[in-house]
């Protein structure tokens, strides 16, 4: 049975990681980490340990790790993409010097670790689309260049120290749970809300700039797919390209519109979101995650859009 650490549970991808690990290994296994001053949501209250946990703090961490037995860190802590523009030297310490304290961590106690990276990874001078998973990785914001950073860190600390360092590229996340912060993908979870609410929704990004996003179920499966997968099938690590739907906001908003006939939605461009959006691929190719750890995603934009307005219905917006 794994003995698990999430950094990051609460936020937008660690709230759910963390529900579904403990029901999968059992909740006095999964430590829940936050940092100090954070609200608790309720799905991390009970069911498992809960720890401070700052991925800065390497005291603090090395300990939790000891006082668990930990052998395996999910690593979700992360400034997201255009809100890393406005802090980038955060965003730095966070990504970079945050996941190389992990890595040595990983390395002198023998743990796994997973840490995501982002479509972000890649710039404008990678192919556009169906981008390949080993290409050109020059991306243009310091979100982008933290990631690659952090990629090849884990590669390194892989190869040089046999670290079992695991990563995915991972799309917009969408999610009817915990919202996003400060990523430039965010849209795609706002523009439900909206419309459950019977608001108009402003989209900050133009008509015709695609991205590849993910309904969170199929995240979640993919990375306890790939944290289980044989190592000896694994070519790439760090970081494998995965995909499920990638659409522009018309493509969104008229599946959108399939449900709410009177949905409207208009055009209010955010300059910093529009060029990092400009910057970043149409689409993944994820031929290698396919081949080599089994990926396959359940949803696409029509049944995501089916779940996504269920389960906000239910909320009472
Ligand atoms: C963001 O928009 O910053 C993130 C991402 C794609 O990494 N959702």
Redesign the pocket.
């Known amino acids: 049975m794994k003995k698990i650490l999430v950094i990051g549970a609460t936020g937008q991808i660690g709230s759910e990681l963390t529900v579904k690990l403990r029901s999968l290994y059992g909740g006095d296994n999964v430590v829940a980490g936050h940092i100090a001053g954070i609200s608790i949501p309720e799905c991390l209250r009970d069911g498992g340990p809960l720890e401070e946990a700052d991925v800065l703090n390497t005291k603090q961490i090395a300990a939790i790790v000891d006082k668990y037995h930990i052998d395996s860190i999910f690593n979700l802590a992360a400034i997201?993409?255009?809100q890393a523009e406005q802090r980038p030297v955060l965003a730095w310490n966070i990504q970079i010097n945050g996941v190389l304290n992990l890595l040595e961590i990983a390395r002198e106690k023998n743990c796994a670790v997973f840490t995501p990276s982002?479509?972000?990874a890649f710039g404008p001078s990678s192919p556009k689309d169906k981008t390949p998973q080993d290409t050109i990785q020059r991306p243009q914001t310091i979100?982008g260049v933290s990631k690659v950073t952090c990629e090849l860190l884990s590669d390194y600390y892989f190869h040089r120290f046999g670290v079992d360092t695991r990563s995915v590229r991972?799309?917009?996340?969408i999610s009817y749970v915990t919202p996003?912060g400060?990523?430039?993908?965010?849209y795609a979870v706002d523009i439900y809300y909206s419309a459950v609410k019977g608001e108009k929704f402003y989209t900050p990004v133009k008509a015709g700039t695609f991205?590849d996003m993910m309904y969170m179920p199929d995240a979640l499966h993919a990375i306890v797919m790939l944290m289980e997968a044989d190592p000896a099938k694994l070519i790439h690590r760090n970081s494998f390209n995965i995909a499920s739907m990638s659409f522009d906001p018309e493509m969104i908003y008229a599946e959108i519109k399939k449900h709410f006939p009177t949905f409207e939605m208009e055009y209010r461009i955010d300059a910093l979101r529009q060029s990092?959006a400009d910057s970043?691929p149409n689409s993944l190719d994820d031929t290698c995650a396919r081949e080599e750890w089994g990926w396959k995603p359940e949803y696409d934009l029509s049944s995501m859009t089916v779940d996504m307005i269920k389960h906000l219905k239910l909320k009472n917006l």
Do not use: N
């Open positions: 997201l993409s255009a982002s479509i972000g979100y991972f799309p917009g996340l996003p400060g990523g430039t993908t965010d991205m990092i970043w």
